[in-house]
Antibody
């Protein structure tokens, strides 16, 4: 059973870079059966797609965040990562990592709250 | 970008009611539409994928329909556990991008 777990700082200062890692267990991140994504949810608000990455390395980013987002994969550690630069308070959210099967999210991490504050 | 519009934003209903939530896409997405249920403090849970396929383990009172730009999620007989927020999600097979509807909060009347 595929499981995902987010990790990273819960507090980031404005203008700095938010960095999160998702560790995948129960399956290989190199599998062609899945691709991998990040989704966030500001407190009390809806879900926002950040971006996704295929096992081939191809990435797809939300146009509204594209200039600040980088998603990468580390196959040696079975992990994938999110970097979001120049953060502001508007980036405060629960960040979820996810596995995708074709067109939908098949597994979610539990989510991690990241607060942007000085 | 493909925009997803859900309606209503809030829905009040009673146990045993039949309810329908609608999701409209700004352009055709074929059947690349999924529905999720989210409860407070929890990650969303997949209910329906490819517009009408029921995820394993999801009760049969949930059903999805539609194609192109208009989709519906129907709960045939509301149970106490169903009061939650529901989101639709589209997948653009050309761009590889996804997006969510704004959510529908299903409340107890």
């Amino acid at each position: 059973q595929l499981q995902l777990q987010e990790s990273g700082p819960g507090l980031v200062k404005p203008s700095e870079t938010l960095s999160l890692t998702c560790t995948v267990s129960g399956g290989s991140i190199s599998s062609s059966s899945y691709y991998w994504g990040w989704i966030r949810q500001p407190p009390g608000k809806g879900l926002e797609w950040i971006g996704s990455i295929y096992y081939s390395g191809s990435t797809y980013y939300n146009p509204s965040l594209k200039s600040r987002v980088t998603i990468s994969v580390d196959t040696s550690k079975n992990q994938f990562s999110l970097k979001l630069s120049s953060v502001t308070a508007a980036d405060t959210a629960v960040y979820y990592c996810a596995s995708l099967s074709g067109s939908y999210v098949s597994r979610w991490g539990q989510g991690t709250l990241v607060t942007v504050s000085s | 970008d493909i925009q997803m519009t859900q309606s209503p934003s809030t829905l009040s209903a009673s146990v045993g009611d039949r309810v329908t939530i609608t999701c409209r896409a700004s352009q055709s997405i074929s059947s690349w539409l999924a529905w999720y249920q989210q409860k407070p403090g929890k990650a969303p849970k997949l209910l329906i994928y490819k517009a009408s396929s029921l995820e394993s383990g999801v009760p049969s009172r949930f059903s999805g329909s539609g194609s192109g730009t208009e989709f519906t999620l129907t709960i045939s007989s509301l149970q106490p556990d169903d009061f939650a927020t529901y989101y639709c999600q589209q997948y653009n097979s050309y761009s590889g991008m996804c997006s969510f509807g704004q959510g529908t909060k299903l409340e107890i009347k």
